[in-house]
Nanobody, 120 residues
């Protein structure tokens, strides 16, 4: 099973940017769709963005469309989430995950999460 390690979280002011990274160990990374979920305190986990294994298809939650961009580098076994124009409501722990398709993200491994805090 793939091991996923997220990085890049931190504290940023409203309107700022962060780039999250998720590196996978293993030999099956390129066979899977990858994605990001988040969970804010007291709220349920929610889908943020997903990308197909060949990077030809992406999907975003309505709340982040136009602000976040998901990408992947299969040569580096890494998926990225570029987050721009951050808002306080983006504050959450962000988790990287994988699955056979974007629709089935989460059926594979999960990372340990990285905290993103947006201050006003």
């Amino acid at each position: 099973q793939e091991r996923l390690v997220e990085s890049g979280g931190g504290l940023v002011q409203t309107g700022g940017s962060l780039r999250l990274s998720c590196q996978a160990s293993g030999r099956t990374f390129t066979s899977y769709a990858m994605g990001w979920f988040r969970q804010a305190p007291g709220k349920e986990q929610e889908f943020v963005a997903g990308i197909s294994w060949y990077a030809g298809t992406t999907k975003y939650a309505d709340s982040v469309k136009g602000r976040f961009t998901i990408s992947r580098d299969n040569a580096k076994n890494t998926v990225y989430l570029q987050m721009n124009s951050l808002k306080s409501e983006d504050t959450a722990v962000y988790y990287c995950t994988m699955g056979p398709s974007i629709a089935t993200l989460g059926r594979g491994s999960w990372g340990q999460g990285t905290q993103v805090t947006v201050s006003s």
